[in-house]
C-alpha cells in the first residue's frame, strides 16, 4: 500500500533518541490504593523544606504527606477528578507544561540564529503583490496568475517595472515600479524577509505567500547593515496646509534652528516639547527611540544616519513637513541574547512558532509508525468531488469506517477526515488532493503530539512529578473548599453555635463601638434615610438592609458600613461614640455626611459576627481535625520502610 509521509523539515538534521530503559522508581507509600513512588515523594518533600523556615524531619513531613494524599483520594471518591472544570483546568496546565518538552530544540535556536543573522545585512527589495482570493477557486488563480507573471519577467516578455505598474495591488510601490524600500527585520511577515535575505541582489525571489498577498520580490542590492540610531526631532507640518501655511512652517523651523545653534545650553527635548507638532514623539521630548535604516521614510533615514552622535541637523523637508534631527546615539547591533527573547517573541505570531513542534510531531510520527494512506485520500477526493451536490453520498462518505491514518496502532477513518476537511467543491483533483493531505497530516501530527504528551508522564519524571503535584493541587484545593473552608464561611447558624460553644475564647481589653455608619451625599439626605431607618427594627439581614436602602435612595447616594472599633481605632467612631473631633475630611469621596445607626459600646463580643476573623479561623481548624480523624479512619498508610531509607 503507497502511503504519504509528511515532508521533514530542512532543519532537521536527526531524530531524537529516547532511552529505552526506564529508571527505577519504587513505591515509597499507599494512601488507600493510591502509590505514591520515591522520585515524587523526594520531590515534594526537598520543595516543601525549601519554601519553610522551619524544615520538617523526615518523620514529620511522611505524617503531613500522608493526609495531604488522603485528602487527594477523598476528592477522587467524591469524583471531583471527572468534572469538566477540573478537566479544563488540568488540560491547560498539561499543555502549558508540556509545550518546551514537546519541541526540536534545534529547530528553534537555528530559526532564532537565521533571524538574528538579518540584522547584520540591509536589504533593498521591489516587489509584485498579487490578492490571496477569497475562495479556494481564487486562490489557485492568483497563484497561477503569479507563476505566469513571475515568468514572463524571467523570459523577458515584459520589465518588472511594467509588470509591477499593471498587476500589483501594492498602489504606493507600484508607482514607482515596485520599489518597496529597506526590509527591516522583524518588522515584515517572516515568508517575506526570508525570501528577501534568501534572494541575491538582482535576482527574483519565488512567488511568496506572506498571508496578506503573494509577491514576487526583486532584491535591489545588499549592503553592510548601518545599524540603528537613537534620535529625537522636532516637526512643523505642511501636509495638507496650504502654501502659504507651508511657508509659515518653514519660517517656524528656521527660527527654531537659529535658537539651537546660538545657545549650545538649549534644551533639544525642552523645545520639542513646546513646538514639535508631532504628538507622539513631542511629549517625549521628540524622541523616537532606535530605529533601522528603513524604518522612517528615505529624506530623514538619509539625514538621522549621516549625522555624528550628539549633532543637530539643519531642517529638512520631507512628505510630513520640515524636520529637525538630533541624533543621540548608534549601535551596530545587539548582542545574541539581548535580541534572543525578541525574535522568540515574534516568532509565536507567525508559521515559525509552530516549526519546533512540528518538528517534534515528524519524530514522534515516525517513532511510532504514523502513516497516511493515499488510496483512502484519493477515494476521499474522488467521491467528494463528484458527489459534492448528494447529500447523501457527502453522508455516506462521513460514515464510512475505512482507514485513512494510523499511529501507534490507532486508526482514524475516512468519516473522521471528511467532517473536519474543508470545502474542496469546484476544485481540480490536485488541488482537492493537496487539501485531503494537508487535513489528514495535520490530524496525524496532533495525535503524534498527544501521544507524545502522554508519555512524558511515562518518561520524564520532572514532567511527572510536577503534572501529579498541580493535579493534585486542584483537587485538594476543592475538597477542602468544600469540608473545611467555605464550608465555615457559608453555615452563619453553625459558626454562631461554635462561637456560643467557646464564648470564653473571644474576649476585649477595652469596650468597643458597634454600629452600622451609613453614608450619604447631603445633610438633607442623610436625615431622609435617618427619618426611614428609624422606623425599622433590629437589621437581622446586612446584606437585605443595604439593597433595600441603595433600590430605595440611589446605588450611588448611599453607602453602608458595620464597623466594630475600639477608642483610638477609628476617627469616625471615635467622633460618633467617644466624644471625639468630627474628623477632617480632605479627599473627593462625594458621600461625606454620615451617622451611626443602632450604635451602641458593648464591653465584650456580643455574636459570633463581632469576632468573625478569630471565630472562622478557629472553626475551620475544628472541621479540619474533625475531618482529618475520619480521613484517618477511613484510610490507612502504608510506608515501605527499606525504601524510606533511601529517601535523600
Known sequence: MKKYYIAALVLVSGVLVYASKKTSDPVLLTVADKEVTLSEFEYLYHKNNAQQLQPQTLDEYVEMFADYKRKVVAAEAEGLDTTASFRKEYNQFCDELSAPYLKVQAVEDSLVAVAYSHDKEDVLVSHIMFGLGKTPQQASQAAHLADSVRTQ????????????????????????????????????????????????????????????????????????????VNASHILKLTR?????????????????????????????GDIAKRESEDPGSARKGGSLGWFSSGQMVAEFDSVAFALADSAVSAPFKTSFGYHIVKRLGHRTGLPYEERKAGILKQMQSDERGRMAQTAKALELIAKYNGSVSEASIAAIVSATITNTADSAAVAQLKANTTDVLTINGKSTTMGEVAKVMPPIKGLDAAAATEIAVATANSMLQDQAMAIGRDNLMVENTEYRNLMNEY????????????????????????????????????????????????????????????????????????????????????????????????????????????????????????????????????????????VRGQVVTDYQAALEKEWLEQLRAKYPLKVNEKVLKKVK
Not at 161 to 180: F, Q, T, V
Open 153 to 228: 519577467i524571467l523570459n523577458g516578455d515584459i520589465t518588472f517595472e511594467d509588470a509591477a505598474r499593471r498587476y500589483s495591488i501594492d498602489n504606493p510601490s507600484k508607482a514607482r515600479g515596485g520599489l518597496m524600500g529597506m526590509v527591516v527585520p522583524g518588522r515584515f511577515p517572516w515568508t517575506f524577509e526570508d525570501a528577501a535575505y534568501n534572494t541575491a541582489a538582482g535576482e527574483l525571489s519565488p512567488v511568496v505567500n506572506s498571508g496578506f498577498g503573494l509577491h514576487i520580490i526583486r532584491v535591489e542590492k545588499r549592503t553592510p547593515s548601518k545599524g540603528q
Open 471 to 610: 493535579r493534585d493541587g486542584i483537587l485538594l484545593f476543592e475538597i477542602s473548599n468544600r469540608n473545611v473552608w467555605e464550608k465555615a464561611t457559608k453555615e452563619k447558624e453553625a459558626l454562631e453555635n461554635y462561637f456560643k460553644a467557646h464564648r470564653s475564647d473571644y474576649t476585649w481589653d477595652k469596650p468597643k463601638f458597634k454600629s452600622y455608619i451609613i453614608f450619604t451625599t447631603t445633610d438633607s439626605l442623610m436625615q431622609e434615610i435617618q427619618a426611614y431607618v428609624n422606623t425599622l427594627g433590629k437589621v437581622e439581614d446586612h446584606d437585605a438592609f443595604v439593597q433595600d436602602l441603595r433600590k430605595r435612595f440611589g446605588v450611588k447616594k448611599v453607602k453602608v458600613e458595620r464597623v466594630i472599633a475600639a477608642k483610638g481605632e477609628n476617627a469616625i467612631t471615635d467622633y460618633l461614640a467617644f466624644g471625639g473631633e468630627k474628623p477632617q475630611d480632605d479627599s473627593k469621596q462625594p458621600m461625606k455626611s454620615y451617622f451611626a445607626f443602632q450604635g451602641r459600646i458593648i464591653d465584650q463580643p456580643e455574636e459570633a459576627i463581632d
Open 240 to 268: 495638507g496646509k496650504s502654501e502659504a501655511e507651508a511657508e509659515q512652517a518653514k519660517a517656524a523651523i528656521d527660527s527654531i534652528y537659529n535658537v539651537l545653534i546660538s545657545n549650545p545650553q538649549a534644551d533639544f
